[in-house]
């Protein structure tokens, strides 16, 4: 497929599309007016919600047995206005 772009009075959509030969799922995009200004956002997948989550309750000074103690983290459902997760 190839890059598209929509835009409307009220929203924008971009449309990406992957390199020949690229696979895997989408870990990170950046956006903003100017490559000076670039905003990073990370897709919604269980690597990056486990991350995220174990940055937030377990900062860098932790020990590796408390980090190993944390409940395994599944992303089942993401959409606009809500994401659903599940703790093992």
Same mark, same amino acid.
């Given at each position: 497929? #190839? +890059?598209s772009i929509s835009v !409307? =009075?009220?929203? +924008?959509? &971009?449309g990406l599309a992957k390199a020949p030969g =690229? +696979?895997?799922l989408w870990e990170k995009f950046h956006f903003g007016l100017n490559a000076s200004a670039l905003q990073e956002r990370l897709f919604v @997948? #269980? #690597?990056n919600v486990d991350g995220f989550l174990g +940055?937030? !309750?377990c900062p @860098?000074?932790? =020990?590796? @047995?408390a980090? /190993? @103690?944390?409940?395994s &983290? /599944?992303? !089942?459902?993401? =959409? #606009?206005d809500r994401i659903q997760i599940r703790l093992k």
């Open positions: 497929p #190839e +890059t !409307l =009075s009220h929203n +924008t959509a &971009i =690229s +696979t895997g @997948s #269980e #690597e +940055t937030v !309750l @860098s000074f932790c =020990s590796q @047995s980090q /190993e @103690s944390w409940p &983290i /599944e992303a !089942l459902d993401a =959409s #606009e």
